[in-house]
C-alpha cells in the first residue's frame, strides 16, 4: 500500500523555537497533502490544504504565518510553526493523495509535538 | 448540517459479537467513502472503502452504502479487544474530503 513518511516522530523545544515537519510521499506522486493538528481525546482538525506548487489554504481559525506550509515538489511538504508557544503543543499528521478519485487519503504517522 | 456525522460512542461489545457503525452524510454527489481507524496516540489508518452501493466485504469487515439514503456503515464480524479504537468515516465529494469525528469502539474481553 502507498506509504507516507513523517518526521520527526516526536520533537521537544522551548518556546520560541520554529520546528519543521516533514511530510513525504514514497511510493506515490501526491497531487495534494492535507495537514490536520489533534488535541488528546478530540477530533482530527483540518488546518491546511496543499496543492503541489501552489500556496495552501488554510482553514478558517488557522494563523498562516504561524503555520508556514510549503509543497515544493510531488512528494514532499512541510510545515513549520513559527515561534512555537505551549498552546501550539499537539499531535500533527500529514496525509497525501494522488488526486485521482476513489482514492483514499494516505496518513503519516504524526508528530508530536511538545512545547516547554 | 455537518457534512459527516458519526456518533461518537463509546460503543461497547463483548469479544464475538458483531459491531455496527454508521456515518451519514450531506452531499448527494459524493463519490467515494472510507472508514479509517485510529488508536489512541496513533494516526489514523485505512481499513476499507467502498464506491457503490450495496456492501463489500474484507475478512471480518463489511462496509455498506446506500446512497440514496445517504448513509455509509461499517461492520465488524467477531469483534477482538484489538479492534478497540476510533473509527473515522471520510467522504469523497468530488471537490473536497470530509472526516466524520469519529466513533470510539470498545470490544470487551
Known amino acids: 500500500g502507498a506509504v507516507v513518511s513523517q518526521h520527526p516522530s516526536w520533537v521537544i523545544c522551548k518556546s520560541g523555537t520554529s520546528v519543521k515537519i516533514e511530510c513525504r510521499s514514497l511510493?506515490?506522486?501526491?497531487?495534494?497533502m492535507f495537514w490536520y493538528r489533534q488535541f488528546p481525546k478530540q477530533s482530527l482538525m483540518l488546518m491546511a490544504t496543499?496543492?503541489?506548487?501552489?500556496?495552501?489554504?488554510?482553514e478558517q481559525g488557522v494563523e498562516k504565518d504561524k503555520f508556514l506550509i510549503n509543497h515544493a515538489s510531488l512528494t514532499l511538504s512541510t510545515l513549520t510553526v513559527t515561534s512555537a508557544h505551549p498552546e501550539d503543543s499537539s499531535f500533527y499528521i500529514c496525509?497525501?493523495?494522488?488526486?485521482?478519485?476513489?482514492?483514499?487519503?494516505?496518513f503519516g504517522d504524526g508528530t508530536r509535538l511538545s512545547i516547554l | 448540517q455537518k457534512e459527516v456525522e458519526q456518533n461518537s460512542g463509546p460503543l461497547s461489545v463483548p469479544e464475538g459479537a458483531i459491531a455496527s457503525l454508521n456515518c451519514t452524510y450531506s452531499?448527494?454527489?459524493?463519490?467515494?467513502f472510507f472508514w479509517y481507524r485510529q488508536y489512541s496516540g496513533k494516526s489514523p489508518e485505512l481499513i476499507m472503502f467502498?464506491?457503490?452501493?450495496g456492501d463489500k466485504e474484507d475478512g471480518r469487515f463489511t462496509a455498506q452504502l446506500n446512497k440514496a439514503s445517504q448513509y455509509v456503515s461499517l461492520l465488524i464480524r467477531d469483534s477482538q479487544p484489538s479492534d478497540s479504537a476510533t473509527y473515522l468515516c471520510?467522504?469523497?465529494?468530488?471537490?473536497?474530503?470530509?472526516f466524520g469525528t469519529g466513533t470510539s469502539l470498545t470490544v470487551i474481553p
Open positions: 496525509s497525501a493523495w494522488d488526486g485521482y478519485s476513489n482514492q483514499p487519503q494516505h
Open positions: 511510493d506515490f506522486q501526491a497531487t495534494t
Open positions: 496543499s496543492n503541489e506548487g501552489s500556496k495552501a489554504t488554510y
Open positions: 452531499d448527494r454527489g459524493s463519490q467515494s
Open positions: 467502498i464506491y457503490s452501493n
Open positions: 471520510a467522504v469523497d465529494t468530488g471537490n473536497q474530503f470530509y
